[in-house]
């Protein structure tokens, strides 16, 4: 598959760090840039701009609040453009400089469709501070479709860049991914449409596949799939898919074997058992997360009964 | 998806053997079928019937030759049939006892494009000894077109029971799938199509799921996905998936934690990344099974780019 409009957004240190309270170290990180500046994805997401007011240094790492101090440290003006997440209600207004001074290219606002019209006036101050800007509407398997309708409509009249499908419960197989795309390349037109996947089913990277064949051209890996719980679509099935002479997956490899194997085993993200779980069941990943640190004495078995027997 | 047609064919023992060269022990395997047949799964294939003047009985265990006293020593007879294995040229045609004698009710003949002559020949010969038969075309992302429209036309004059779409080295994504399994369910009338993937490119599951959506009835996984290098579908998404109303995932996650969690620590199946490589370059795992038992100072991108060379 070759469009020269698709871009890879790699977000293994944003959404890898909800595995680690954002905790790489900065060696690393600079590491984990380069790596993928050497194999030509298009923006590398280092982390969320959280309040400090709201959350504690001394419990989070660097990568949650994403100083502009931090940020040049271990990143470098190359054709690999830094993003960030914006949480809705997370960020300090105060906080934003304008573009032209950071080494910020890409915000991306995460937000629930119910909160839309908060993530449109983050977002227009984003805009004019100089960003590009997208808006991701997280867990839309939980979404009633007349709200997801109404929060496209209202995203079709801004002047953003992206608007993102976000599977974040690892919920969809091809079709609903399919209905979604038509959906969202639909009713922005004139925007490009992103999207992310986890991989609680092992369906993260096919959706993502399904994704770019309807047209979508902004793609969400992390390296070695790191992400919350499941994970994400892996960076490096991605560059091995793609086939824009740009890309080279061999540095991101090459990364991944210096790294992130042992990080798995420690951190334990990807296909496990209560994340799969969760998935099928369209759940918040928080119940899996707990029962992976503790199951209490009960079964896999006893734990897909409880989530089933919660819905009641 | 409720198909009343659809039926899993499990093949944890059988392909997961190739990792331990079928030393699975009994009191496992028991609970193995048991659990299967507890989740109303169609059919549990339990090994190979390898000839053993062929293979040594001390080099591998007892799921490498099938003997009907073992079979029976850890299955039994009801809804969920047993299936075994029979490779074209391993097999002695005098091992194989009528139908009415056996507790198999399944073989599944493997063969590659360029034997199906054989594999025709040994398929009579068990349809006349009573068994249902399916033949399973392996390694089609390497067979040449007209040589794969040749042998689904000889299979089609067959009186065979299924003929199998295998993606030996997990090379397909989601439009290759659909565009075989309609060639498959044009080229062979009245049969039915089963599918069996591999998870190099974490597609395993999502390639079944395609072949469902198109018509294809039977569907292989494993538990836990075991099988050689990267595995298979995992015998507990589909379960997740398919909803009809006699399958039921819980005896599967159960077993999954007593015994498949900590063997794949052991044996690691899945998706590491030299499997992941070969997948994505379309070569047959040898190589990547190799590195990953030692890789001799190589990195993963230095192994990458020995594969593309070796293609030169």
Known sequence: MYRPEIKIVDCTIRDG??????????????????????????????????????????????????????????????????????????????????????IIKLYRVATYAKEIDKAIHLGNHLKNLGYEVAVNIMAVSHVLEPELDEALRQLSTTNFDMVYLVDSFGYLYSE??????????????????????????????????????KGINYVDGSIYGMGRAAGNCTTELLLGFLKNPKYNVQPVLDIIQKYF????????????????????????????????????????????????????
Chains 1, 2 share one sequence.
Request: proline fraction near 3%.
């Open 176 to 213: 609903p991914v399919q209905y979604l795309a038509d959906k969202y390349l639909a009713a922005v037109p004139g925007k490009q449409i992103g999207i992310h996947c986890h991989n609680n089913q092992q369906l993260a990277f096919a959706n993502t596949v399904e994704g770019i064949i």
């Open 17 to 102: 760090g909800l595995m680690n309270d954002h905790r790489f170290e900065r060696g690393m990180v600079r590491e984990v840039f380069k790596a993928l500046a050497d194999s030509g994805v298009d923006y590398c997401e280092l982390g969320y701009r959280c309040d400090k007011k709201q959350y504690s240094t001394d419990q989070f790492g660097p990568w949650k609040f994403c100083d502009e101090a931090d940020l040049r440290d271990v990143a470098f003006e190359c054709d690999t453009k830094v993003s960030v997440m914006a949480d809705v209600g997370r960020v300090d207004y105060g906080d934003l400089i304008p573009a032209s001074e950071s």
């Open 261 to 312: 194997v042992e990080l798995q085993k420690d951190l334990k993200w990807g296909y496990e058992i209560p994340y799969m779980i969760a998935g099928v069941l369209n759940k918040h990943p928080r119940s899996a997360m707990a029962f992976m640190k503790s199951a209490n004495g009960k079964t896999f078995g006893e734990f897909y009964r409880q989530l089933v027997d919660e819905e009641a």
